[in-house]
């Protein structure tokens, strides 16, 4: 009996307990859902409704920008998908113009779209009306992807995945900016801000000299306070308060030449390719372990007779197997996460292309690129502004990612003058690849929360 009666009370008590977790997570649902509209003013949730409404024009516009092929070289292509946008950031009520390339460089130029404080009719000065931030959005028109490369057309893969060229790096990032300010604008909430949005043509592979490709761009991002880059997102709860730097250099190789039946002896010695070969896996070995340090080399051409051309970064080789290779040309990136980093990086580099193997020569020379964005306080006083905006919409904290998970991007270039985020763009995997993806079903959140996070700083 008293048996009985304790396990009657036993499983009284655990339906007891089910019924109380049931309730309390059905509470918990509630509550996540009052929080969401409670954190949010009306202005914003309407700003929210407008962007669900909205969602079939922003893919429509995604593929539109997608099926136009925009390699950094196809001058063309990259106007055409300019215009597309400009068009769009005029609905907005921005006014747009096109900062063009002298022909020398071999790039398309960049889109600009502004509207500025107190350049409406009244007649009061722009600094007593003006309360917020003055905001500086990136975005790029490129791709990694030109037009003698196999087309990739916008398909659906499945009912919340596409792929296309450039969907997620980045005219997905694109057309979160431009849906975010449409949204804003037609809720009246654009008034008395002051906003540049900055499109580059040729982020993928900036044309040099970089004092003309990007002099324009570093200028206007020094009238602004904060820039903020929709280059692709890591998932909802993260975004960029630093990101590497980028920089290039050259390996060139010279060797005595013979027939290949001498390679290895001291008076034939070991041919460019070995020698080249032996540089290379000693900058593996020695520096690919250093945090935040990445170096790859991107073309390997030996041979007889090579060409290289760096413009293009196309070469061609012409050899035999029974030739010791006289000439390599090896060209590869390096990315850091501050200057002190590329330079250490730099001297031990030369090191070891210094200890040639018997016949054989190298020199090494290394370019500037994209400077680092070091993660600073300034940006993340910025976070926290976002971090308030995912917690407000109920999607949890927004932290800092990693810096080493990023290479290099043009918010780079003004990471000293203004304070800096980046990652607010679209979601996917595969930049940079064939088949790239955008997950099409984050992309309303990732536009609402760059609508409030322009809204917010801007008030
Ligand atoms: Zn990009």
New binding site residues.
Partial sequence: MPLKISTMKKTSLILLSILIAMTSFAQKVKTNAVNTSQGLSKDEQQVMAWIDAHMPQAIELLKESVNINSGTLNIEGVKKVGALFAKEFEKAGFATEWVAMPDSIKRAGHLVASRRAGAAATSSNSSSSKKGKRLFLIG?LDTVFEPDMPANPFTMLNDSTATGQGVN??KGGDVVVIMALQALEQAGLLKNTDITAYFTGD??HAGYPREVTRGDFINRAKQADIALAF?GANGLNSVATGRRGASGWRLDVKAKTGHSSGVFTPGAGYGAIYEAARILNQFRETLSTEKYLTFNPGIFIGGSDIEYNSETSKGAAIAKTNIISPAVTVTGDLRFLTEDQKDRARVKMKEIVAQNLAQTSAKISFVDGIPSMAPTEGNNQVLGVINSISMDMGVGATVAGDPGSRGA?DISYVAAYVDCIDGLGASGRGAHAPGETIHLNQLPFLIKRAALTIYRLSR
């Fill in positions: 790029h790096d980045m982020e993928e280059e991007g």
